[in-house]
């Protein structure tokens, strides 16, 4: 099965963290790239910083274009992963390994990718 | 077939036989909600057709003809059934020895469904109640509990949530949500009044489930330990409410109703449990459990042992709620200690406002040191609290009760 891994931060938490610390944790997360390569799809990516967002709305007069991230949370989502294993617990078991996990605030949430498109008819 | 209590045995063989066939369906279609839903409505034919006829001479395969004829039919309505159908695994049989309930139940109480409908899903799925039996249970809205379980299921398909008994490295911490579900269907069903209203023991339940995960997993130590602690409480079932359906306390229970046979099971247990020398929390509230059985009346019991295992439990959960219960068997301890507990009750005061079995044990404590005004507006603010028809009832007595005429 196909599950999308997005890896979400709070900024506002992790201003808080020792710089050499993030930078040794990051050292690691190319790690956990080389480890994880075969049950990783190529699609998955690593975002700019939230401050680079761009949105586009619905409204009332067709769609908006607006400064900023789709919501007012303070988790940003700061890239994604596309896994395939076996099931759910396969991929918990790897997103439980994502070294940013020893910071504050970050959080994986999985969820599983639409493949099987006879379920719509 | 028997017909003295056609009620328990259909209880009965509903669970001997649901949670097998939602396994069997489930390997056998690839998906769990199409067999999940098969069984639970082979459940509810059951229960109106022997009901009114009488159960049939082979209950169990009266109950797999009617779940194998609702899968068929499901596979044939539904093109996503047959899609799903197609692309399954091939059955994979249990490992040995392993119970073919036991995956379905580490899917039910996966960590990645809510935890409000894992206990919901397992009575469903594994231990073959109806949504309204459930529903009854709880007090809760039926509609909003089936929605709960239909999510909760579609989860489980969609997010690829396998029916599986977790590797050796994941399975400490997967049995223990297992346990933790088993052991709140049993808390919900002993505290709530067992009388004649209810179809189905919840509590009984549970004292079987937590069999069924102990045999299946022999050398998980609190797997025995949970089995025997709900052993051990069930056998004081007979004892906990009176002719008029009021709670009794332990203090004052009828302990020759106690049912002896299943107090010298719940020590086997606890014994087959110590012997894996792994001590844990459902262990040691079994140990606690077995003092209570082995004391003649409550004066002679051994609190000081009693003190002694819930300091043990401390270390593995140090909650407010054990150190409340904690301080009550200290305070049996004598009148100085009496004084001392009420102290260290009183600083859980800010983490326990609102649970009522604190104000209700504060209150008792104060009665005990003889300050009864303090004693009765713990208890009417306990009583406040209290959702449950028996443990008002208890409260009520309480605050009628001249503290003179207490007998404690």
Known sequence: ?121 | MSTADPDGLLARTLREESGLLVARLSRRFGDFDLAEEAVQTAVVEALTSWRRDGAPDRPGAWLQVAAERNALDAVRRGSRQRALAERAPPPEEPRDGTDERLPLLFACCHPALAPEARLALTLRAVVGLTTPQIARAFLVNETALAQRIVRAKRKIVTAGISLTVPPPDQLAERLGDVLRVVYVMFNEGFVSSTGPSQDRDLAADAVWLAGVVATSLPQEAEAWGLAALLTLQHARAGARFDAQGRLVLLRDQDRTAWDPTALAAGEDLLERAATLRSPGRYQLQAAIAACHASAATWAETDWLQIVTLYDLLLAHDPSPVVRLNRAVARAQLGPEQAALALGEVDELADELASYHLFHATRGQLLTELGRSDEADAAHRTALGLTTNDAERRLLLTRLHRHPLEDGS
């Open chain 1, 1 to 121: 099965m196909k599950y999308v891994l997005m890896f979400t931060a709070r900024p506002d938490l992790l201003a808080s963290v020792d710089p050499a610390r993030t930078e040794e944790i990051y050292a690691r997360v190319y790690q956990w790239f080389g480890d994880n390569a075969a049950h990783l799809a190529d699609s998955g990516a690593e975002l700019h910083p939230v401050t680079t967002a761009t949105t586009v709305k619905s409204g009332d007069d067709g769609p908006v274009v607006v400064d900023g991230p789709f919501n007012e949370a303070k988790e940003v989502i700061g890239g994604f992963s596309v896994l395939d294993v076996a099931d759910m617990d396969a991929a918990i078991a790897i997103a439980k390994t994502w070294p940013q996990l020893e910071l504050p605030g970050i959080a994986i949430e999985i969820r599983p990718m639409v493949e099987d498109y006879s379920q719509f008819e």
